[in-house]
């Protein structure tokens, strides 16, 4: 298409004064807010998994839960219902998104060998392998089946067993029972929700 | 357009929203009440606000005080200032959540030339839109306070927007919902007000015979407000003790434009005068065109 200099003024000249005619008001635009971003999402009642104190949380997920879908999580606060934080939370408990999301996380086990200087990573099967072996090697260690006094006692005090705060309480119910069989006595656990 | 998001003032632009403001009374005024007296420094509220705004790590160095980072960034809107002091011989820490304060006369948007990089809603929020940004930092001159960060890779300046985001759906902002103390209280300004003073009789109670409100009137009253324990020392609280803005820029600004369309005016009617008196130049009498002598063209 040609177009000469006079059309184009012409044209330009037209359309600004049908633009400034018609009213065109591009106030609205100044007021455009960000979107909220938990817009949309679904909302998952949660406890935070950090401490004792047990903060009702509510995870804002992205995903329609499909069976082709894996869901993620966009956004972690204070579950405002919740009779124990109503809502708040601590620095950490702000930032438990971290948990399923960072980057930095870990999704393989990290074994030191004895004498080595730094930790190598390993598949599940390896650490599991070594894990039992150290464990039935210091049960056999340390079992007494009975004390001094002659009385049947059956445990094995060798062996120390902190169970982890991340864990639900049905976890820590099994971890407790699994324990006991294999006869510990020193059994700890930080969370308890 | 919502309605809890009426505008109020845009920058550099002197007079086009009054008409506005006077017709919608726009809602609540919305402001945060910050209790010093009741913070116990856990930084909850800075964590928040990452995590809702998005802002991402900034690596911190421990340099001997509990504070995270020694300063507000583009990627650090709140800040937990752990002010050392010393009161009556005991080391006290004066915390000062540091975070813009919305104020009601924001020396930013006064000081803006950007039209509509600063918004003011009726609900308080001062906004900035880095949109309309044009990264000059005029606005970190004009803040009482120093809060505006400038981002050199991105060119645009940015601070906290008190979540606008959540206000606009009612929500409080991320900071106000984590605070597990109860420091922050959110609610209407006149609310907040009440709350204030109730604070402020508490503590006198409890021995604080100097604790104030903090919502200086050089400003027009803010709305992030503090309870101070000790308003006899805002200094230490890095508080300016008489903060004041001025819609003078922003005056100016608009005197300027309104003088430089007058000029531009004239210029063309000026142009044409020119025209009709001496009528179009003629490239005859000159030999060639424009100002520089006449050059043969080279043919091919």
């Not at chain 1, 950490?92 to 200087?117: D, E, F, N, T, V």
């Not at chain 2, 800040?79 to 813009?100: H, Q, S, T």
């Not at chain 2, 304060?101 to 600063?118: D, R, S, Y």
Request: net charge neutral; with cysteine; aromatic share 8%.
């Amino acid at each position: 298409m040609d177009i000469s200099r006079r059309t184009f003024l012409k044209t330009s000249v037209t359309g600004a004064l049908a633009v400034s005619a018609l009213g065109f008001d591009l106030r609205p635009a100044h007021a455009a807010v960000r979107q909220l971003k938990i817009r949309n999402a679904t909302e998952y009642r949660t406890v935070c998994p950090y401490c004792a104190v047990g903060c009702g949380t509510i995870a804002y997920v992205h995903g329609s839960g499909g069976l082709n879908t894996k869901n993620t999580v966009i956004h972690v606060e204070g579950d405002p219902d919740s009779p124990i934080n109503g809502g708040t939370l601590c620095p950490k408990g702000a930032s438990q998104m971290q948990l399923a999301i960072s980057p930095r996380l870990r999704h393989q086990p990290l074994l030191r060998r004895a004498g080595a200087a730094d930790w190598e990573e390993v598949d599940w099967d390896t650490a599991m392998d070594w894990f039992a072996r150290k464990f039935k090697d210091s049960r056999d260690a340390s079992f007494r089946g009975r004390d001094d006094d002659g009385r049947v006692v059956n445990r094995a005090d060798g062996i120390a067993w902190v169970g982890s705060a991340t864990v639900s309480n049905e976890d820590a119910y099994l971890i407790t029972k699994t324990m006991r069989a294999m006869g510990l006595v020193y059994i700890d656990h930080q969370a308890r929700i | 357009m919502t309605d809890t998001l009426s505008i109020r003032r845009v920058s550099a632009s002197p007079d086009a929203y009054i008409p506005i403001s006077a017709l919608r009374s726009g809602g609540p005024t919305y402001a945060k009440l910050v209790d010093i007296g009741a913070c116990i420094g856990c930084k909850g509220c800075e964590v928040a606000c990452k995590e809702w705004n998005d802002l991402g790590v900034e690596p911190t160095a421990n340099f001997g005080s509990y504070q995270s980072h020694r300063d507000l960034s583009p990627k650090t809107w709140l800040l937990m200032r752990f002010n050392e002091v010393e009161v009556d011989g005991n080391l006290n820490w004066l915390i000062k959540k540091d975070a813009c304060l919305h104020c009601e006369e924001p020396g930013c948007l006064f000081a803006c030339p950007a039209p509509g990089a600063i918004v003011q809603y009726t609900n308080g929020i001062v906004d900035f839109n880095q949109e309309n940004c044009i990264g000059c930092q005029y606005c970190v001159t004009g803040c009482p306070f120093d809060i505006p960060r400038f981002d050199a890779a991105t060119r645009k300046v940015s601070k906290c927007n008190m979540c606008v985001d959540r206000v606009e759906v009612g929500l409080e902002p991320a900071c106000v919902k984590t605070c597990p103390t109860n420091a922050i209280s959110w609610g209407s300004k006149r609310d907040m007000l009440a709350l204030a003073d109730q604070k402020v009789e508490t503590l006198n109670a409890r021995g604080y015979e100097n604790a104030a409100v903090y919502n200086p009137a050089g400003v027009g009253g803010t709305h992030m407000m503090y309870v101070v324990p000790h308003g006899d020392r805002l200094g230490d609280y890095s508080l300016p003790s008489d903060p004041t803005a001025s819609p003078a820029p922003m005056t100016a600004l608009g005197f300027m434009k309104r003088m430089g369309a007058y000029l531009m005016g004239f210029g063309v009617l000026g142009t044409l005068v020119h025209f009709l008196r001496y009528g179009p130049e003629r490239l005859e009498e000159h030999g060639g065109h424009g100002d520089g002598p006449a050059r043969e063209v080279p043919s091919a």
